[in-house]
């Protein structure tokens, strides 16, 4: 499996996270990431326990709703380590002796908390200015204490069953030491908890037996199918927090967990067959958090929808673009679609009721704060220097290259968030046409002007593909790169054009063997182990994939899907991570990992159920009173079921099959909605 060992063990509990090495070691301080977080701050940034005599073999890792379990042998002992985050953490140890003669284990418990902030972490030298005191110890208990700029206070304990913890420069020691008679089983327990003085989250605790139950349940022949699935819907589990509304899903560990605009409404919308209840609870959070005013160091804008909400001290005492963060120009016109898309698949909520002013401003700011110079489309360029450069989902500083391999002038306007617009208008435009038929009549006139013109700005004849975006003087950036697969998940492209689209889509310079390339591998800027310039991303291949469908060309989406599920094969656990390398596949070589990717990341494990949707082939009428399916297989699976599925103002049950070479829905079972097949 692609580098296993080095892995990280990601765990996340309610507004605590842990990162270790498989073995649940934080070897540090590291800048790869490992390290127990809260409130965007590093909270231990060493935490091991190591025998003294001999060495733990780690004979299995298994991630948990509420944490993990690991198994160790150590010579004739066998140890089961229970880790359970929730809003502390309990590593609980029981040691089994196998062997004939009384045995002691006796372990070095080494810690240390540095209370970096978050975003300096990878970073060489410390920026921020706190104050940091001695550990002080007190019998089993230990506390690191660390005081901000600001006045905000930080603090972590630990209660471990040590003869005594030894403090000074460096990290705290201490050492834990049991009898064990032959056949018999000890215990120890290590108790971490962390404090600050900013606010805790409030949210419900999670259940992962009602999540299961409220879940739709997905099964077929293929057992790496059913893993991925399995692993998507836990890692998905893991990620959010419970609010009133359903759950809230942080983007990924360890260096997005907080609340982000773009990446919880692709989620969303993403994991609609899964469970709805995401839909609701984004669009929420990112409400009641909208622009409200013009605020240029934070790109706040009257409308706008927050790209990210942090905590840490960098963001609090002005060393970065402040909190909440507003840079991007993708997340309102998404918030509008993932609203009509939401209305759809819930009509019984009325989410456009519910949400109407918040919809009305963030398409206020697209028509007038987005379009910077009034030609209907959205560009970006921040405001202040603090500020990202790049306000779209490649976000990196190198992600828009002109041929001398220069960032171009701006403002830019990007291909995919002109896509996610006319989305956006369309679909509300539907839903809300018995409720506001001017309204609907407006946003429908808006979407074809500005689709019209769309076609002729960004439509390259000479290479039958959409360019990655236009500069400030509406030049196209032609490069071949993977972003108009986004156009047709989003079904902005002329029939014609989509077809052509997805062709270009699975030719060999875009399409690695495991997913499609972020840059082609043809073009000058190619790089396969950079962030998005060759990489390849679960969530953007699952985009082109359901592209593909969209426009007619189902093997080109069951391959697609097919090689996504080989990718997710050859990683630990099938948790496929934010991002891997785009070397071409070959036989017996796995995927390449990109060092520091979030693992797991929110839209990695949301895109095994962008691609049911894009199995089952389905669309849900404005009303969401009628469902239609026009199903596919990637190779490999011959069946598939989907049981208890909600969707519209109904259930379905679904099973497909490969019949005589064809895709059919052999079994179909509907309750309080219509149901069609393609």
């Not at 842990?18 to 490992?34: H, N, Q």
């Not at 839909?279 to 927050?306: F, M």
């Not at 009325?350 to 959205?378: H, S, T």
């Not at 182990?529 to 007619?552: E, I, K, L």
């Amino acid at each position: 499996m692609a580098a296993a060992a080095k892995l990280a063990l990601s765990l996340k509990g309610t507004g605590i996270v842990f990162v270790g090495t498989r073995g649940a070691d934080i070897k540090g301080p590291s800048r790869r990431g490992a390290g127990v977080y809260a409130w965007d701050t590093r909270h231990l940034s060493h935490y091991e326990v190591r025998p003294r005599d001999g060495s733990l073999r780690l004979r299995s890792a298994e991630i948990l709703p509420d944490g993990a379990l690991l198994r160790y042998s150590l010579g004739r002992l066998q140890i089961e380590r229970r880790i359970r985050v929730e809003n502390t953490i309990e590593d609980q140890w029981s040691i089994e002796n196998a062997g004939p003669t009384v045995t002691t284990f006796e372990a070095d418990i080494t810690v240390d908390a540095d209370f970096r902030d978050l975003f300096e972490v990878r970073r060489r030298n410390r920026s921020t200015k706190g104050r940091r005191e001695p550990a002080a110890a007190n019998g089993h208990h230990l506390v690191f204490r660390y005081e901000a700029v600001d006045g905000v206070k930080q603090s972590t304990e630990l209660l471990a069953p040590v003869d005594a913890w030894h403090t000074g420069d460096g990290p705290a020691r201490g050492r834990v030491s049991v009898r064990v008679s032959p056949g018999d089983r000890r215990a120890i327990e290590i108790d971490i908890r962390v404090h600050s003085s900013l606010p805790s989250p409030l949210v419900a605790d999670r259940d992962w037996d009602a999540w299961q139950r409220t879940s739709t349940k997905f099964a077929s022949d293929s057992p790496d199918l059913d893993a991925w699935i399995a692993r998507g819907s836990l890692d998905l589990f893991m990620l959010s927090d419970q609010t009133r509304d359903g759950f809230f899903p942080s983007a990924g560990i360890p260096w997005f967990v907080a609340p982000f605009g773009r990446d919880s409404i692709m989620t969303a919308l993403m994991t609609l067959p899964l469970r709805r209840d995401l839909a609701p609870a984004v669009l929420r959070k990112l409400s009641d958090n909208q622009g409200t005013r013009d605020v240029p160091e934070r790109d706040e804008e009257p409308g706008r929808i927050p790209h990210e909400i942090r905590q840490g001290e960098i963001v609090r005492t002005g060393g970065a673009f402040g909190t909440p963060y507003y840079g991007t120009v993708d997340s309102p016109p998404l918030f509008v679609w993932l609203a009509a898309e939401a209305s759809r698949w819930m009509p019984e909520r009325d989410l456009i009721g519910e949400f109407e002013p918040n919809i009305r401003a963030a398409l206020e700011w697209m028509e007038k704060r987005g379009d910077l110079d009034g030609d209907l489309f959205i560009e970006f360029e921040r405001k202040r220097p603090t500020g990202i450069t790049n306000q779209v989902w490649k976000d990196s500083g190198d992600s828009y290259l002109n041929a001398k391999g220069k960032r171009p002038g701006g403002p830019i306007a990007a291909v995919e968030v002109q896509a996610y617009a006319i989305a956006a208008l369309r679909s509300l435009a539907e839903v809300v046409a018995k409720r506001d038929p001017a309204w609907s009549a407006a946003l429908a006139a808006r979407a074809h002007e500005m689709h019209q013109k769309f076609e002729r700005a960004f439509w390259m004849p000479n290479r039958s593909f959409y360019a990655q975006a236009l500069d400030g003087h509406k030049r196209l950036v032609p490069d071949i790169v993977s972003n108009p697969g986004h156009v047709l998940w989003a079904g902005a492209a002329t029939p014609a054009h989509g077809r052509a689209t997805a062709r270009r889509l699975r030719q060999p310079d875009l399409a690695s063997g495991w997913g499609i390339r972020t840059r082609s591998s043809r073009s000058k800027h190619y790089n396969p182990v950079s962030y998005q310039n060759g990489s390849v991303w679960p969530h953007d291949t699952a985009f082109a994939a359901a592209g593909m469908a969209r426009y007619g060309d189902k093997v080109g989406a069951a391959r697609t899907i097919a090689e996504m599920l080989a990718a997710a094969k050859a990683f630990p656990d099938w948790r496929i991570p934010e991002l891997f390398g785009g070397q071409p596949r070959r036989t017996g070589v796995e995927p390449k990992t990109y060092p520091v990717a979030c693992v797991p990341l929110a839209w990695s494990a949301a895109s095994p159920f962008l691609c049911i949707r894009t199995m089952l082939g389905l669309s849900v009428a404005p009303d969401g009173g009628t469902i239609t399916l026009d199903p596919l297989l990637p190779d490999g699976v011959s069946w598939f079921e989907a049981t208890g599925l909600r969707v519209g103002t109904g259930v379905i049950d679904v099973r497909l099959e490969r019949v005589r070479g064809r895709v059919r829905a052999v079994s179909v079972q509907a309750s309080g909605v219509s149901l069609t097949t393609g």
